[in-house]
């Protein structure tokens, strides 16, 4: 069993920056892979990155790529994603999500195993 808990969300102007942070509980949160999801109001739950076990994989969504970054401490049990340049349409709910495959960079919420409660983001124009 693993419990995830995102902080670090908040109000911020567009071109700013935020760092997002998603402490787990659980021994094993090592030999999960981890990912990010959003959820615009009124939109379905989209893909934001994902990163392996190791953390020697990452993959970000075309829309987020050059501006935000996913990067995990496993000693830290905490998964983070640096958000610069953020913009009005970046807005949502951010959920971070755990996979018990180790090395899949899973881009659908399918297959993910649990998740956080998640945080707001919002970009102001």
């Known amino acids: 069993q693993v419990q995830l808990v995102e902080s670090g969300g908040g109000l911020v102007q567009a071109g700013g920056s935020l760092r997002l942070s998603c402490a787990a509980s659980g021994r094993t949160f090592s030999y999960y892979a981890m990912g990010w999801f959003r959820q615009a109001p009124g939109k379905e739950r989209e893909f934001v990155a994902a990163?392996?076990?190791?953390?020697?994989?990452?993959y970000l969504a075309d829309n987020v790529k050059g501006r935000f970054t996913i990067s995990r401490d496993n000693a830290k049990n905490t998964v983070y994603l640096q958000m610069n340049s953020l913009k009005p349409e970046d807005t949502a709910v951010y959920y971070c999500?755990?996979?018990?495959?180790?090395?899949?960079?899973?881009?659908?919420?399918?297959?993910?195993?649990?998740w956080g409660q998640g945080t707001q983001v919002t970009v102001s124009s």
């Open positions: 990163i392996s076990w190791r953390g020697d994989s990452t």
């Open positions: 999500a755990a996979d018990r495959v180790p090395t899949t960079l899973r881009v659908t919420t399918r297959g993910y195993d649990y």
